[in-house]
């Protein structure tokens, strides 16, 4: 995702004298904006945090900086980082890759309800796991591991279905539901996500 990080005179303006030299640091998840977890960030950490684009803390207890992910492989990979307009308490924005809770849940909260805008980003996900699947137990593992042009071919299908439920007023919500879940397939068989279709949507706003 095409993101802007802090400039040079924005970390300058942050106020690190608050808490003696470290910054509650609020994680994002950047596809479906759910609250991962909170720590804290030194200088130090901020720094690496942007260089590495892997979020790192300062560890309070340990009294040393520790990267997310470093010991279990669940890292956080920086999308962007932003300050308050106290410049003490840091926004920042990642994408988790594995649960990011030690226990094992996707938040540092629980497993909290997904908001309705981050049920494609779980869709996709969860198709994404289906790949390497056994396709005599999983419809969408036998489009994935099919002929593209079939998965192509479906998302025509769809298309017309949720077209024509459009103008007839039959059940456009179900077949709209089965647009977006085969053209989500689509997507993953042709290498391509979620992600770079909102990259381009954005590439196209601004």
């Not at 900086?65 to 307009?85: F, I, M, P, R």
Request: aromatic share 4%; net charge negative; glycine share 8%.
């Amino acid at each position: 995702m095409d993101k802007s990080m802090l400039t040079a005179e924005e970390v300058k303006r942050l106020d690190w004298s608050k808490g003696d030299g470290l910054l509650p640091a609020v994680i994002q998840d950047a596809r479906d904006g759910r609250v991962l977890m909170l720590g804290y960030m030194n200088a130090e950490a901020l720094e690496q945090t942007l260089t590495e684009r892997k979020v790192t803390f300062f560890s309070r207890s340990k009294k040393r900086l520790w990267t997310k992910g470093e010991t279990s492989g669940n890292v956080l990979e920086l999308v962007d980082v932003a300050g308050d307009c106290d410049h003490d308490t840091l926004l920042v924005q990642a994408i988790p890759r594995g649960p990011t809770c030690h226990l094992g849940s996707a938040t540092c909260f629980g497993d909290t309800a997904w908001p309705p805008v981050g049920l494609l980003p779980r869709l996709q996900a969860l198709i994404e796991s289906r790949r390497d699947g056994d396709p005599e137990k999983s419809y969408t593992t036998r489009l994935l591991q099919g002929d593209l042009a079939r998965c192509a071919q479906k998302v025509g299908e769809e298309g017309v279905e949720t077209a024509l439920a459009a103008v007839t007023g039959n059940k456009l919500n179900e077949e709209a539901a089965d647009l977006l879940y085969h053209l989500l397939v689509c997507l993953t068989a042709a290498g391509s996500s979620l992600d770079e279709v909102v990259a381009e949507l954005q590439r196209r706003r601004g």
